[in-house]
């Protein structure tokens, strides 16, 4: 059986849970063995930015104007898609960030957006069709309303890197590896040998270790504190102006 290219459902099929997994676990065999993972890439706010044509401001209202009027920076990142009455703005370099990315992953597109946005974009992205296929997620083919899983993808989640932002993964030997406890090692490695203090951030009484920002700090690797001492590094606070690293 070819294994599809489209999320499932789209496929308009109801396969069974242990075909399902078969299939997954196919993909998979097929992906590692051409040392690649799955990247599945958010759209706005990620990759671009979009706008409704009605809510461009007046004073922005010569971004309607010809392309040759426009300011150098935008004629090759800005773009007017009538046909969704979108206004959307690639963000700098994602072009040749998908160039490269192709050669490490299997790329999707994955947005909360509707179908005919996903279409229209992934024509700005991929105007050659190399990167994405039929590999587009839209609104519609979420199985929960309003909330993105990976129920509809046809891929193994210890192979799936989801974009916020970049971050590497290297392994040896591929098949019996998790992508999620690399990049807990990968993330261990952002904030090694800072020690953070954090100062005016926490309610009062309330217990510092238990702010999701101190938790965020730890899965980074750094070593957090409430008591300034000469090891600190970093300092945190809400007291407004520049805290960066102390010199001490």
Known sequence: MKIPDKPLQ????????????????????NLLRHKKLYLILDLDHTLLHSTRLPDIAEEEGYLHGQRDALPDNLKSSLFRVDGIQMMT????????FLKEA?????????????RPYALE?????????????????????????????????????SAVLILDDTEAWREDNLEYRDVRQV????????LRDCKVVFSRVFPTNFPAEHHTLWKMAEQLGATCSIELDPSVTHVVSNLGGFCGRRNI
């Open 121 to 157: 974009i992934a024509k700005l992205l991929d105007p050659g069709n190399n990167y994405f296929s039929y590999r587009i997620i839209a609104q519609g083919d979420c199985t929960q309303r309003n909330q993105k899983g990976l129920d509809c993808f046809l891929g193994r989640e």
């Open 89 to 96: 703005k690639l963000r700098p370099f994602v072009h040749s």
């Open 183 to 190: 990049l807990k090692i990968v993330r261990k490695e952002v």
């Open 10 to 29: 789209s496929l308009k099929l109801r396969l069974a849970n242990d075909e399902i997994s078969r299939l997954r676990d196919k993909n998979l065999k």
């Open 102 to 114: 192709i050669n490490l992953f299997e790329m999707y597109i994955y947005t909360m957006g509707e």
